[in-house]
């Protein structure tokens, strides 16, 4: 066993990890050194093609020449200070292009922390604040959907419908309702009704879920639900966000806007810790008042607004501008859905794919992510779904090949078994 090898067995917890597999004295961990593009290279010179972006926040590729640029021209001034009381130019135009990527004008004000839970935190922290002090207290109940997935803070966990990611205890947090669909809305209790606070979803596909996909329509019409019950709609859009679907934002294909936006994972590239919440006027204007009032929003991080996360950002949106990321898409959307084709229960969304293996084994999505290195792809498994969630910068020919390596990791994975 190598040195780095031993000192990681022996000092390291590694996040949703088994770890007494991982510490097996014959277990050899993939480290990851270099890539480029859609390709990493692991410790011992292979190549793999990237193919769930790095856990989903990988977007332009790896080490590419203007997000690197932007980084270290940042550096070259200072790399962070507080954004409590304080400002900087790159939070400003971040903020400023943010906005102006949500079609309508509703959407104005971008509110900066660190990932795609406290982005949810921050939305739900907001959306019961707005109604304790604009005059409707008793609006104090979250509405969430059966299956969902929102982070893993405190607050973010008690709207999921995963139990386990939920921990050893599954009653915390906010006051949930959690509903299975629209339908269910319609039939709450006009007591409940009345003490929603927000509506909150994944537009369109439900990550955790097992890349679940929601009806066409189905967001349209939760829209128009909160609208005529005056409820915040929050879309959880930390997966979907940045072209993942086809569009820049997955509610552009309702024409949905909702009251608060949630982005995090591809907003820099992949390369930074970094979330954006954006919402409206209404709400922004509900926390304006006198100090002594307590109508501030008392809620932050260290690193919000960290000036080489806004400076990765910018770079990654000037990317999609002068790369036409965006113009590119329709084409590997098509090519991808064709690769996929016949897969066991093949289902896809924009650039993000998946396929379910139908057998009692619940160990079976890992193995066949497993056989899929031999082939050079990297990939998780969501339980038994294996997800094949590429960067957008993905040739045509890479995207064979990876449809390739999987079917051949199927293969293999699924004839031992017989």
Same mark, same amino acid.
């Given at each position: 066993?190598?040195?780095?090898?031993?000192?990681?067995?022996?000092?390291?917890?590694?996040?949703?990890?088994?770890?007494?597999?991982?510490?097996?004295?014959?277990?050899?961990?993939?480290?990851?050194?270099?890539?480029?593009?859609?390709?990493?290279?692991?410790?011992?010179?292979?190549?793999?093609?990237?193919?769930?972006?790095?856990?989903?926040?990988?977007?332009?590729?790896?080490?590419?020449?203007?997000?690197?640029?932007?980084?270290?021209?940042?550096?070259?001034?200072?790399?962070?200070?507080?954004?409590?009381?304080?400002?900087?130019?790159?939070?400003?135009?971040?903020?400023?292009?943010?906005?102006?990527?949500?079609?309508? %004008?509703?959407?104005?004000?971008?509110?900066? *922390?660190?990932?795609?839970?406290?982005?949810?935190?921050?939305?739900?922290?907001?959306?019961?604040?707005?109604?304790?002090?604009?005059?409707?207290?008793?609006?104090?109940?979250?509405?969430?959907?059966?299956?969902?997935?929102?982070?893993?803070?405190?607050?973010?966990?008690?709207?999921?419908?995963?139990?386990?990611?939920?921990?050893?205890?599954?009653?915390? %947090?906010?006051?949930?309702?959690?509903?299975?669909?629209?339908?269910?809305?319609?039939?709450?209790?006009?007591?409940?009704?009345?003490?929603?606070?927000?509506?909150?979803?994944?537009?369109?596909?439900?990550?955790?879920?097992?890349?679940?996909?929601?009806?066409?329509?189905?967001?349209?019409?939760?829209?128009?639900?909160?609208?005529?019950?005056?409820?915040?709609?929050?879309?959880?859009?930390?997966?979907?966000?940045?072209?993942?679907?086809?569009?820049?934002?997955?509610?552009?294909?309702?024409?949905?806007?909702?009251?608060?936006?949630?982005?995090?994972?591809?907003? *820099?590239?992949?390369?930074?810790?970094?979330?954006?919440?954006?919402?409206?006027?209404?709400?922004?204007?509900?926390?304006?008042?006198?100090?002594?009032?307590?109508? *501030?929003?008392?809620?932050?991080?260290?690193?919000? %607004?960290?000036?080489?996360?806004?400076?990765?950002?910018?770079?990654?949106?000037?990317?999609?501008?002068?790369?036409?990321?965006?113009?590119?898409?329709?084409?590997?959307?098509?090519?991808?859905?064709?690769?996929?084709? %016949?897969?066991?229960?093949?289902?896809?969304?924009?650039?993000?794919?998946?396929?379910?293996?139908?057998?009692?084994?619940?160990?079976?999505?890992?193995?066949?992510?497993?056989?899929?290195?031999?082939?050079?792809?990297?990939?998780?498994?969501?339980?038994?779904?294996?997800?094949?969630?590429?960067?957008?910068?993905?040739?045509?020919?890479?995207?064979?090949?990876?449809?390739?390596?999987?079917?051949?990791?199927?293969?293999?994975?699924?004839?031992?078994?017989?």
């Amino acid at each position: 066993m190598d040195p780095l090898t031993s000192l990681d067995k022996k000092h390291l917890w590694h996040p949703f990890t088994p770890m007494r597999q991982w510490c097996a004295e014959d277990h050899v961990p993939l480290m990851l050194v270099e890539g480029r593009g859609c390709v990493l290279r692991d410790q011992f010179g292979n190549e793999y093609l990237d193919g769930n972006a790095s856990i989903w926040t990988n977007i332009h590729g790896h080490n590419h020449p203007v997000i690197n640029a932007a980084i270290v021209e940042q550096l070259g001034k200072v790399a962070h200070t507080s954004f409590l009381g304080f400002t900087h130019e790159p939070a400003v135009r971040l903020a400023k292009e943010l906005v102006d990527l949500v079609p309508g %004008g509703k959407i104005t004000r971008a509110f900066f *922390t660190d990932n795609g839970s406290t982005a949810i935190e921050s939305a739900v922290r907001m959306a019961l604040q707005y109604w304790k002090q604009n005059g409707r207290p008793q609006r104090d109940t979250l509405v969430a959907f059966d299956r969902a997935y929102h982070g893993d803070t405190l607050g973010a966990a008690s709207l999921g419908g995963i139990p386990i990611f939920k921990g050893s205890g599954n009653y915390f %947090g906010y006051r949930v309702i959690t509903v299975a669909g629209p339908d269910d809305l319609d039939l709450l209790a006009i007591d409940d009704r009345n003490r929603i606070a927000a509506v909150i979803i994944e537009p369109l596909i439900q990550g955790a879920a097992g890349m679940r996909l929601w009806p066409q329509g189905m967001l349209k019409r939760l829209d128009a639900w909160c609208a005529a019950q005056d409820v915040f709609l929050i879309l959880d859009e930390v997966m979907t966000g940045f072209g993942r679907t086809g569009k820049m934002f997955a509610c552009e294909h309702e024409g949905v806007v909702p009251d608060f936006l949630c982005l995090a994972k591809g907003i *820099t590239g992949g390369y930074l810790p970094f979330a954006a919440t954006l919402t409206t006027e209404r709400v922004f204007e509900g926390f304006l008042g006198e100090p002594h009032e307590g109508r *501030t929003f008392f809620y932050g991080h260290s690193y919000a %607004g960290s000036q080489i996360g806004c400076a990765a950002a910018l770079a990654s949106l000037r990317v999609f501008r002068d790369e036409r990321v965006l113009e590119q898409l329709p084409a590997k959307i098509a090519r991808l859905g064709e690769v996929i084709d %016949g897969l066991s229960e093949a289902r896809q969304c924009g650039m993000i794919a998946a396929m379910t293996v139908d057998t009692p084994d619940l160990s079976m999505g890992a193995k066949v992510c497993l056989a899929a290195r031999k082939h050079g792809l990297l990939t998780r498994p969501v339980g038994n779904t294996v997800v094949l969630m590429p960067p957008l910068c993905i040739t045509l020919d890479e995207i064979e090949r990876m449809a390739g390596a999987l079917r051949a990791a199927l293969a293999e994975a699924t004839s031992r078994a017989a």
